[in-house]
Structure formats: structure tokens, C-alpha cells
């Protein structure tokens, strides 16, 4: 029974490598494909076009047939070995070049402090915004609040109440790998600051690979179908086939999401969906700049701890975000 099992067990693990390195070629071809010319068919489907052709408009087909490849490919297991056999790529490059992957690492890193640096400041229209609202219901006693000339903008300011929530999942969203690069995220520490400084940098290599790039390519796999259910009919699901989704096709509408909480509240919670998209697309980009930078300070040593990293001061020798990590 169990000389079985292991059998069992060891054709399962063979079914599965052989099923891994598969994507991987024809993830390969659909890279090469983009210089030879012609997209890697995985069949005879005429609806079914190459994975690097997604984001693009077929004119062959019908714009809701369309619509539907981009939503499969968006969250698809070809557009993720596509990704990683880039990001392969890219690492075995850096591994050759260490400068190459320090210009990766500033550049991944400046994307997440340009992003932050921009979406912080909802931070501070959220304050400004909670300080009209009670300025209008507690001195002026209005119900609504209309901004702007001839044609105002005019909502019931339950609403403007509700789209604060809006500036703080903006923060949280798109701030996070700001915040991380600042070194600003509080952490409990048990072993870490007592190990040397190779083992640190170990541990955060084995953390990027093992937590932060699965975390981020769970929420995008999921996220982003839970964001397109929210945005067309038929609804769409993780489990469709291109084959099954371009069936739907004939009956899709779009059907954006506008209904609130309450009877006047904030409609524009399809808005969050897209935030979670873009939060896990920002948390890989970022894992690999981790890693990278992980594995630079490893290589060239402790002297290298924080070169390049472009963080925020409030003075001379002061950082920004001092005592919280």
C-alpha cells in the first residue's frame, strides 16, 4: 500500500514538473514570438490569440469578444509564466551584471517612492474634506454639499461622508511599498536583530520569495476577477476558460458597479476593486526589488547596507519615519 502511494505520489510530482516547464517553454515562445512576427497558438481557436496580444484590440474579432480575452489573459497561468520568465530573466542578468540589477533595484524603488510621495497627500484632502462635512452640518446645517460653477457637482454629504473611505484605501493601496522603502512598516522582532548581517539579508530574500511574491500573486489571480464581476455581465469567474468566456461574450454588458451602502451614500465602490489590482501589482514589483537589493548587500556586504535607497528626512540625519522600525 504504501509502495503505491509513493508511486502515486512520484507520478503526480513528475505530472506536475513536466506541466510547470511546459508553460514555461511556451511562455518562451510567446516571448519570441513577439520579435518573429506570429503569436503561439496553444490551439486551433480562432478566438484563442496570443497571450502578448491581450492588450491590444483584435479586429478580427468582436470588440466583446475582445473585451473578454482581455479579461481571461489578465488573470490567466500563461500571462503568469510570461511574467515569470521576464522576471527570470531579468535575475539571471543581474546576477552577471550586479550594476544592471542596482539600476532595476533604484528603478522599482523609485516607482514606489514616486507612487507613494503622490497618493499621500489623499491623506491630507481626507482631513481637509471631514473638516467641511462637520463645518456644513454642524455651523450651516446644509444636507448636500455643491462644488463648482453653472453645472455643480451636488451630492448629499452622506456621500462626501462615505468617500473618505476613498482616500484612505488610496493610502493604504498605493502608499504601502512607499511606506516599506521608508522603513516605516512596524515590525516585530524576535531573532532578527541579533543575526549578522548576511543572515539578515537572507532571511529577507527567503521572506520576498516565499511571502511577499505568492501574497501579491494571490490577490492579483483573485483580485482581478473580482474586479471585472463588479464591472460587466455575465459575471466573470477565476475558474473560466478563454473557450467558456467567449461563449459569455454574446451576452455581455458593461453593469459598473454604483450601488452604496446607504440610499445617498458614496457609489463609486467599483473604485476599491481597481486599488486592490493595482496594491498587489505594486507589493510583486516591489518583492523583487527586495530581493534584489537583499541579495546586492549580501554579495558586496555590510558596507553596502542601504546604498542607493532614497529615503525621506525630516533634517540632517533624521529620517522620517525614525523609531518606528
Not at 496553444?42 to 479586429?59: H, K, R, V
Not at 511574467?83 to 539600476?103: E, H, S
Not at 497618493?119 to 454642524?138: K, S, T
Not at 521572506?207 to 500573486?217: E, Q, T, V
Request: with cysteine; hydrophobic share 50%.
Amino acid at each position: 500500500m504504501e509502495t503505491e502511494q509513493a508511486a502515486g505520489f512520484g507520478s503526480a510530482l513528475v505530472s506536475g514538473a513536466g506541466w510547470f516547464f511546459a508553460q514555461l517553454w511556451t511562455a518562451i515562445l510567446n516571448i519570441l514570438s513577439v520579435f518573429t512576427g506570429s503569436l503561439w497558438r496553444t490551439s486551433e481557436d480562432p478566438a484563442e490569440i496570443g497571450i502578448l496580444n491581450w492588450l491590444s484590440w483584435d479586429n478580427s474579432l468582436p470588440d466583446k469578444q475582445s473585451l473578454m480575452k482581455f479579461v481571461y489573459y489578465g488573470g490567466s497561468v500563461e500571462f503568469f509564466f510570461i511574467t515569470l520568465v521576464i522576471v527570470l530573466a531579468v535575475t539571471a542578468y543581474g546576477f552577471y551584471n550586479n550594476r544592471f540589477m542596482w539600476r532595476v533595484t533604484v528603478g522599482l524603488e523609485a516607482i514606489a517612492n514616486g507612487v507613494g510621495r503622490f497618493f499621500a497627500w489623499a491623506g491630507l484632502l481626507m482631513v481637509l474634506q471631514q473638516i467641511v462635512i462637520v463645518f456644513m452640518q454642524r455651523i450651516f446645517t446644509r444636507p448636500d454639499i455643491s462644488i463648482g460653477f453653472g453645472i455643480p457637482l451636488e451630492f448629499d454629504i452622506s456621500w462626501f461622508a462615505e468617500e473618505l473611505k476613498l482616500y484612505n484605501a488610496l493610502v493604504v493601496a498605493l502608499c504601502v511599498t512607499y511606506t516599506f522603502v521608508q522603513g516605516g512598516h512596524v515590525r516585530v522582532d524576535l531573532i532578527y536583530s541579533a543575526v549578522s548581517h548576511r543572515t539578515k539579508r537572507v532571511i529577507d530574500m527567503v521572506g520576498s520569495i516565499l511571502f511577499m511574491m505568492p501574497g501579491a500573486i494571490l490577490v492579483w489571480m483573485y483580485g482581478w476577477y473580482f474586479l471585472w464581476r463588479h464591472l460587466i455581465v455575465p459575471k466573470v469567474n477565476a475558474t473560466d476558460g478563454l473557450d467558456r468566456l467567449v461563449l459569455k461574450a454574446r451576452a455581455l454588458r458593461w453593469n459598473v458597479e454604483t450601488v452604496g451602502f446607504s440610499p445617498n451614500g458614496f457609489t463609486g465602490y467599483f473604485i476599491f476593486k481597481i486599488l486592490l489590482v493595482a496594491f498587489a501589482g505594486l507589493i510583486f514589483l516591489h518583492a523583487i526589488a527586495f530581493f534584489y537589493r537583499s541579495y546586492l548587500e549580501f554579495v558586496e556586504g555590510e558596507e553596502s547596507e542601504g546604498k542607493y535607497l532614497d529615503r525621506d528626512t525630516l533634517g540632517e540625519g533624521e529620517d522620517a519615519y525614525e523609531g518606528t522600525h
